[in-house]
């Protein structure tokens, strides 16, 4: 779709109050124009994070397409913008949040979460810049997929929540330690394990090496 | 001293975790071809509407299914009292394999 194109529709939802139908034909447009893409997007996650289901992947899309129907004005393209690209991008990310936001909800509903101390940053290991020229989206799918079930779900969920210099929120430390029956200290360590054998996969299958493997 | 990049960022980048700038929904759309997704309101979005926001009912994760396949795969072994057969003698090796490493 056009970046007007796309403008024209969220225009056409924000006056839902006033022309219903129109508004529910110009969702549905919208609908049939990202819906693949964010299918995509979000069942990769859940592969990726070892949970994927139909239940989930539904109703993170839903929820996300919901979201966009109530407000449909939040999001603007930016001056510079040359396609639907950045409209993709913002909508990548309104489902990321919401992916997060349901499960913070499914765990505080089904999980009594226990205190966890005060757990330092979980940080993410180092390569030299060049390297990620090197490595595409093949080697590193490859790379996670060498990781079992539950380091592969562990490593992308701690990423799914990484903020630069700040902890890891511990309700999801004590989600990933109720689901695997393990300790904060056996959750960094796994992620640090997983770390570890990417870097190793990247040098075994890529030209360069990478100068140093380090916290 | 090179520039460092920590490996997050990478999968970031390249479009394996959720895409958040229009670089990494490029990465992404190289390697995932979307026209074979079929989105589960395709055929009614307006149902989306009327459902409004939805909970998750259960997560269950890739592990638990499949223990739960090699659970029943063992019990019906056991029932017919019969021997491990290989298949899942290979399979339940590699498994140690993979969760020893």
């Known amino acids: 779709m056009t970046i007007e194109e796309i403008e024209d529709i969220l225009l056409v939802i924000s006056e839902k109050s006033n022309d219903e139908d129109s508004a529910v034909a110009a969702f549905t447009t919208l609908y049939h124009g990202y819906s693949k893409f964010l299918n995509s997007v979000v069942s990769r996650a859940l592969k990726n994070s070892g949970i994927y289901d139909e239940q989930i992947l539904n109703t993170v899309v839903n929820n996300t397409f919901y979201k966009l129907y109530e407000n449909p004005l939040i999001f603007a393209f930016p001056e510079e913008a040359v396609d639907d690209k950045g409209f993709k991008a913002w909508v990548s990310k309104v489902a990321k949040n919401e992916f997060k936001r349901l499960l913070a909800e499914y765990y505080r509903d089904t999980v009594s979460l226990e205190k966890v101390g005060s757990e330092p940053t979980i940080e993410s290991d180092e390569f030299a810049e060049d390297l990620s020229a090197n490595v595409n989206f093949k080697v590193l799918d490859e790379a996670l997929n060498m990781l079992s079930e539950r380091d592969k779900h562990i490593l992308l969920t701690l990423y799914l929540y990484y903020e630069e210099g700040k902890k890891t929120p511990s309700n999801v430390l004590n989600m990933l330690c109720k689901m695997y029956d393990t300790t904060p200290v056996n959750i960094r360590k796994i992620k640090e394990r997983s770390e570890k054998k990417i870097v190793e996969y990247f040098s075994k299958h890529t030209q360069l090496t990478p100068l140093k493997h380090a916290k | ?101």
């Open chain 2, 1 to 101: 001293m090179p520039n460092k990049k920590k490996i997050i960022d990478l999968f970031q980048s390249k479009g394996l975790l959720f895409p958040e700038t229009e670089k990494e929904v490029e990465e992404f759309e190289l390697f995932n071809p979307v026209d074979n997704e079929n989105p589960a309101d395709w055929e009614n979005p307006a149902q989306i509407i009327k459902r409004g926001i939805q909970k998750l009912r259960q997560i269950k994760s890739a592990s638990e299914d499949s223990l739960s396949e090699e659970i029943e795969e063992l019990r019906m072994v056991a029932r017919k009292g019969n021997k491990l057969p290989q298949h899942v003698i290979d399979k339940m090796k590699a498994k140690h394999r993979k969760d020893d490493k």
